[in-house]
């Protein structure tokens, strides 16, 4: 990353930030929302997913059937 790209993410996110301490953004956690919601959900991996990762190879594997999926977060204007 350039000294200029650096610059631009720097400055992005101190408006970012200066946008969410002054209340114009309201953000809320993705993760708490779902669940309020009942939107995240938990599915079992069939046995022939569960081959075909392995044959990709163990670290894609998790230690447990289940994974929860949820929805990116939410963004909103205070002011809308």
């Known amino acids: 990353m350039t000294d200029e790209e650096k610059e631009r993410e720097a400055e ?3 408006v970012l930030f ?3 301490k002054t209340g114009v953004m ?3 956690n993705p993760i708490s929302m ?5 939107k995240g959900r938990v599915e079992e991996i ?4 569960k081959d075909r990762l392995h044959e ?3 670290s894609r594997i998790s230690s ?3 994974h929860a999926s949820l929805f990116a977060p939410s963004i909103h204007s205070a002011h809308s």
């Open 56 to 58: 990709r190879g163990p």
């Open 34 to 38: 779902a669940m309020r919601e009942g």
């Open 46 to 49: 069939e046995e022939v997913e």
């Open 64 to 66: 447990t059937r289940k």
């Open 18 to 20: 200066e946008k969410l």
């Open 26 to 28: 309201d953000v809320e």
């Open 12 to 14: 992005r996110l101190f």
